[in-house]
C-alpha cells in the first residue's frame, strides 16, 4: 500500500535560517505528491504539489521537488520566518485509490528570532 | 476560490448526545468529500469518503453507526457523531475534491469536539 515517511519534530531554527523537511514515499504507479501546512487551530492548507516525476513545486518561498529515483518530495525554503511556525505534512495521492490522500505524521516548525 | 467551511469550529457536548458538523464547499461543486480526524500532535486519520447522493465508505475501524455521513448535496456533507462519549473528542476535518477536476482536495478549518 501506500506510505509517507517524514522527519520527526520538532524542528527549531533561527529567523532567516534554511529550511529542510525530508520526505520520502511508497507507492505504487504514479501518485501525486503534496505539502499541506497547518497553522495552529486550524485546518489544512495546500502549500504545493507536483504531479509527475521531476517536476517542482513552489509557493511562498517553499520548493519541493518530485524524485521519483529516490521516491523523495523534500520541502525546502531558503529563508523561513516566523510566521512559518506551524505543522507541515506531506502527502500521496494515487488515482488507484479514489483520490484518497496518505499523509505522513507531519512535522512541526518553529522558527524563533 | 475553492473554500470548504465547517460549522460549528467548536462545540462542547455532554457524553450520550450526538453532534452534528456540516462541511460545505462554497464557490465549488464537489462530488466527493473526505472526513478526517485527528488526534493532538498527530496526522490525520481518513475516516469516511462521502461521495453526492450514494453512502459513504467507511475505512477499517470506524463505525458507520457511531459516525453517520450523510452527502445531500454537491455543496453539503455532515457528519453526526452519535451518543457521543469522552473518547470522542477530536478534531474533525472535511476536504473536498472538485468535480471535473485534478485530485486535489481542498480542506476546511476544522471542528473541535470536546465531550463532557
Known amino acids: 500500500g501506500n506510505s509517507v515517511t517524514q522527519m520527526e519534530g520538532p524542528v527549531t531554527l533561527s529567523e532567516e535560517a534554511f529550511l529542510t523537511i525530508n520526505c520520502t514515499y511508497t507507492?505504487?504507479?504514479?501518485?501525486?505528491l503534496f505539502w499541506y501546512v497547518q497553522y495552529p487551530g486550524e485546518g489544512l492548507q495546500l502549500l504545493l504539489k507536483a504531479t509527475k516525476a521531476d517536476d517542482k513545486g513552489s509557493n511562498k518561498g517553499f520548493e519541493a521537488t518530485y524524485r521519483k529515483e529516490t521516491t523523495s518530495f523534500h520541502l525546502e525554503k531558503g529563508s523561513v520566518q516566523v510566521s512559518d511556525s506551524a505543522v507541515y505534512f506531506c502527502a500521496l495521492t494515487n488515482t488507484g485509490t479514489a483520490s484518497k490522500l496518505t499523509f505522513g505524521t507531519g512535522t512541526r516548525l518553529q522558527v524563533t528570532l | 476560490g475553492a473554500v470548504v467551511s465547517q460549522h460549528p469550529s467548536r462545540v462542547i457536548c455532554k457524553s450520550g448526545t450526538s453532534v452534528k458538523i456540516e462541511c460545505r464547499s462554497l464557490?465549488?461543486?464537489?462530488?466527493?468529500m473526505f472526513w478526517y480526524r485527528q488526534f493532538p500532535k498527530q496526522s490525520l486519520m481518513l475516516m469516511a469518503t462521502s461521495n453526492e447522493g450514494s453512502k459513504a465508505t467507511y475505512e477499517q475501524g470506524v463505525e458507520k453507526d457511531k459516525f453517520l455521513i450523510n452527502h445531500a448535496s454537491l455543496t453539503l456533507s455532515t457528519l453526526t457523531v452519535t451518543s457521543a462519549h469522552p473518547e470522542d473528542s477530536s478534531f474533525y476535518i472535511c476536504?473536498?475534491?472538485?468535480?471535473?477536476?485534478?485530485?486535489?482536495?481542498?480542506f476546511g478549518p476544522g471542528t473541535r469536539l470536546t465531550v463532557t
Open positions: 507507492a505504487t504507479g504514479y501518485p501525486s
Open positions: 476536504s473536498a475534491r472538485v468535480w471535473g477536476g485534478s485530485y486535489e482536495q481542498y
Open positions: 464557490d465549488f461543486q464537489a462530488t466527493t
